[in-house]
T-cell receptor, first 114, second 116 residues
Framework: AQSVSQHNHHVILSEAASLELGCNYS??????LFWYVQYPGQHLQLLLK??????LVKGIKGFEAEFIKSKFSFNLRKPSVQWSDTAEYFC????????????FGSGTRLSIRP | EAGVAQSPRYKIIEKRQSVAFWCNPI?????LYWYQQILGQGPKLLIQ????????DSQLPKDRFSAERLKGVDSTLKIQPAKLEDSAVYLC??????????????FGPGTRLTVL
């Protein structure tokens, strides 16, 4: 069965630190990949997505993610975090053969110290 | 454009009671999803509708959960009877017709259910 692993459950950083959140998935075929973010008190929203082409994807608020097919990974990065980045981050995968179905990871809670 | 609407936002019931949640997707979105998000976990798909037909309900506990989307727009999710383990946030999401590679989902604010 397809699955998504986010190994970091809770990450605590100081402002201006660099961020990398890990995401690995298990599926041998073509996939679409997503990072969703949930800010405190708000609903899930799309941060960035990869469908095809350049494996380095840029999203909103300075986030980017790199798809490494050989490692089944789609790690999220930001060079310098801000206090407003405090949120829960979910990696998700959609097998190309099931274009609608999205499987979410368990999430990583990011806390930024001001 | 208006987002996905859900109501109620919060619901507290006792076990064995019934509860229903309502979702209104983004106008024109043919696909509607219901997810269950238990505390500390990612959203888990319960059921997916394409217009008013069910595409995937493989993870819906059909002995107690039911969902419908009669006119292909609004949807309701019902739990009858509720169990303690049903305490979760129930999320509704919608997307435009999902061509391969174009399945961004837009989420509503969710309904937080507490079963006592």
């Amino acid at each position: 069965a397809q699955s998504v692993s986010q190994h970091n459950h809770h990450v605590i950083l100081s402002e201006a630190a660099s961020l990398e959140l890990g995401c690995n998935y298990s599926y041998g075929g073509t996939v679409n990949l997503f990072w969703y973010v949930q800010y405190p008190g708000q609903h899930l929203q799309l941060l960035l997505k990869y469908f095809s082409g350049d494996p380095l994807v840029k999203g909103i608020k300075g986030f980017e993610a790199e798809f490494i097919k050989s490692k089944f990974s789609f790690n999220l990065r930001k060079p310098s975090v801000q206090w407003s980045d405090t949120a829960e981050y979910f990696c998700a995968v959609s097998p190309y053969s099931s274009a609608s179905k999205i499987i979410f990871g368990s999430g990583t809670r990011l806390s930024i110290r001001p | 454009e208006a987002g996905v609407a859900q109501s109620p936002r919060y619901k507290i019931i006792e076990k064995r009671q019934s509860v229903a949640f309502w979702c209104n997707p983004i106008s024109g979105h043919a696909t509607l999803y219901w997810y269950q998000q238990i505390l500390g976990q990612g959203p888990k798909l319960l059921i997916q509708f394409q217009n008013n037909g069910v595409v995937d309900d493989s993870q819906l506990p059909k002995d107690r959960f039911s969902a419908e989307r009669l006119k292909g727009v609004d949807s309701t999710l019902k739990i009858q009877p509720a169990k303690l383990e049903d305490s979760a946030v129930y999320l509704c999401a919608s997307s435009s017709f999902p061509g391969a590679g174009d399945n961004e989902q837009f989420f509503g604010p969710g309904t937080r259910l507490t079963v006592l």
